[in-house]
């Protein structure tokens, strides 16, 4: 019986390379900063081949790619703690208003950021409060400089369920009532003519930027 000799034709081997090619990897996306002077947002080019949409500059199009910028966000939750906790300090030490400056110690609690509260109740807070405590006993210290101090020991003897409202909506709620208080009490006790005073300007944006700040973080 004889043997049958196959032979393959050169069309059906290219197609058998063909099936054996490998297929190419996908194009990864691509991330290029914005080309800006003064703070550009990020800018990120993202390839689809199946998409042929592409606005630029001018209108221009080219096939698979879209253009995404990205604006930085400035106010986010620890910056507006950054602030309503200088503007506490600074109504604490200011003059002119006549607002009950003990209740600003408990929104200092429950508003300081993340890292000055490990601070505090870290080895500098407790040597920082070890050395207030003598200069206490011995030297008279005025009413404004012992609100800080008791703020400090506020927040080094808080147990840890007082210390759970900060990441709450209650604590955001008790905050902003103590802020709308405040404010109730600077603006009802002078005039709003006074309160913007060269004696009075710096307490009213003091209490206007806490109770904006309180507001925001409960939103």
């Not at 043997?3 to 390379?17: E, K, Q, T, Y």
């Not at 703690?81 to 030490?93: A, K, N, P």
Request: glycine share 6%; proline share 9%.
């Amino acid at each position: 019986m004889s043997r049958m000799a196959m032979r393959v034709s050169p069309s059906a081997s290219s197609a058998l390379s063909l099936l054996n090619c490998k297929q190419p990897p996908p194009v990864s996306c691509i991330r290029v900063p914005c080309l800006s002077r003064s703070s550009p947002p990020s800018l990120s080019y993202t390839f689809n081949p199946l998409r042929r949409s592409f606005i630029g500059h001018g209108g221009s199009r080219s096939p698979g790619f879209r253009v995404h910028c990205y604006a930085p966000a400035p106010l986010t939750p620890p910056n507006l703690q950054w602030i309503s906790t200088i503007s506490s300090v600074v109504l604490i030490l200011a003059r002119g208003t006549a607002v009950p400056k003990s209740y600003i110690v408990p929104l200092f609690a429950l508003q300081a950021p993340a890292g000055v509260v490990s601070w505090i109740k870290g080895r500098y807070g407790v040597w920082t409060a070890f050395l207030a405590l003598l200069i206490r006993l011995f030297f008279y210290i005025p009413g404004e400089l012992e609100l800080p101090f008791l703020a400090l020991l506020l927040l080094m003897v808080a147990p840890y369920e007082a210390m759970k409202l900060r990441y709450t909506k209650e604590g955001a709620v008790i905050s902003l009532l103590i802020s709308v208080y405040l404010a109730f009490q600077h603006f009802s006790r002078t005039s709003l003519q006074q309160s913007f005073d060269q004696g009075s300007i710096v307490a009213t944006l003091a209490v206007i930027c806490i109770t904006v700040v309180s507001l925001l973080l409960l939103i």
